[in-house]
């Protein structure tokens, strides 16, 4: 048999596997839950001021995207933006069941119009534009919608002026808008671009699972990229690569931690310190009181140590000595760089 035919057979059982899963006995409730990790039981109000994350052995449950903004800012404290998108299906696709009554199931769980929610946030009294995606709606997946909401928070972060959070947590593109889908990854990739230009952070946060064709573009532009842990990021799961390429993969293989050591993120970070963590980043690239520390050339969002530097060498709170471990030799000519 074929390569080719061997794959379509994996695939068409998958689907069928998937299409009888909600029958199978044991489903727990979301709202109480029990540690895949370590079997300890946690009713629905620990769950939520825990943050969702096992205070025994640190497992990261998933969160849905509004509960994000809460945990992001305060309770109640955002502004949502633009909910009244929703996806149409050009393509009339029709896989086990309609694409059109796939869309219907899954605003009638989760309670969204789409796999993402775009919001006007304050972190840590910082002024945000936040666009958080939940894996419950479909898996994530990114079609049209996805694609558009991401694009105009871009442009609503450039025209303010102020940070954009960006929080994936998806399978990738949607298969059942094709090619459609696919284009929503040149989309987003030239609003961030775009982005960049203006001059504004980008804060990206990769929550699990983050892969496919969202993992392939704007997930990992983020000028500062948090992975929550165990989080996987890759573009193509273990489990597929293995049957592929009939090879064993590392343990980790496409987890935060990994990618931390692959250079991939910038940190691993626990969601109970997220919050936290991204205020202090905000402070000192979009300060509250409006200080233009900015002060920059185009396109410093790209990367290069020097720009980084020229940055924090702008930060008043930060001694000369301390800049100087960082960039030796550069404690005489102190502050003539902004
Ligand atoms: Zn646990």
């Not at 997930?219 to 890759?234: C, N, R």
């Not at 940190?267 to 919050?275: C, I, N």
């Given at each position: 048999m074929s390569r080719v035919g061997r794959n379509i057979t994996v695939s068409i059982d998958r689907l069928r596997h998937l299409g009888h899963r909600q029958d199978r006995p044991g489903r727990i409730a979301s709202d109480a839950s029990t540690c895949p990790k370590c079997d300890s039981h946690y009713s629905g109000d620990e769950m939520r001021r825990n943050l969702r994350v096992c205070p025994a052995c640190g497992h990261h449950f998933p969160v849905t995207a509004r509960e994000r903004l809460e945990q992001l800012g305060e309770p109640g404290g955002y502004v949502e933006l633009w909910s009244d998108l929703r996806a149409a299906d050009p393509l009339q696709f029709t896989d086990l069941k309609p694409y059109v009554d796939r869309i219907r199931e899954a605003e009638t769980k989760t309670g969204m119009n789409e796999a993402i929610v775009c919001a006007e946030i304050e972190v840590r009294r910082v002024p945000c534009v936040a666009a958080i995606m939940d894996f419950t709606f479909m898996g994530g997946s990114m079609g049209a919608v996805v694609g558009e909401k991401l694009a105009r928070a871009c442009e609503h972060a450039a025209q303010k002026g102020i940070p954009l959070i960006i929080l994936s947590s998806s399978g990738g593109a949607r298969m059942q808008e094709g090619t459609l889908a696919l284009m929503q990854m040149a989309k987003t990739v030239i609003a961030?671009?775009?982005?960049?230009?203006?001059?504004?952070?980008?804060?990206?946060?990769?929550?699990?699972?983050?892969?496919?064709?969202?993992?392939?573009?704007?997930?990992?532009?983020?000028?500062?990229?948090?992975?929550?842990?165990?989080?996987?990021?890759?573009?193509?799961?273990?489990?597929?690569?293995?049957?592929?390429?009939?090879?064993?993969?590392?343990?980790?293989?496409?987890?935060?931690?990994?990618?931390?050591?692959?250079?991939?993120?910038?940190?691993?970070?626990?969601?109970?310190?997220?919050?936290?963590?991204?205020?202090?980043?905000?402070?000192?690239?979009?300060p509250p009181d409006g200080e233009a520390l900015l002060a920059t050339p185009p396109g410093w969002a790209q990367g290069g140590v020097e720009r980084v530097g020229r940055v924090a060498q702008s930060l008043p709170s930060i001694p000369g000595k301390i800049m100087g471990r960082i960039r030796p030799g550069t404690d005489d000519d102190e502050g003539s760089a902004a």
């Open positions: 961030l671009d775009a982005l960049a230009e203006a001059q504004v952070p980008v804060i990206m946060i990769l929550a699990h699972p983050t892969t496919g064709g969202v993992w392939a573009s704007f997930a990992s532009l983020g000028d500062v990229t948090y992975a929550e842990p165990g989080a996987l990021i890759a573009f193509s799961g273990p489990r597929v690569i293995e049957e592929t390429t009939r090879e064993v993969l590392p343990a980790d293989f496409g987890r935060a931690e990994r990618q931390l050591a692959n250079g991939q993120v910038d940190a691993v970070v626990d969601r109970r310190e997220l919050a936290a963590r991204i205020g202090r980043v905000l402070h000192i690239l979009a």
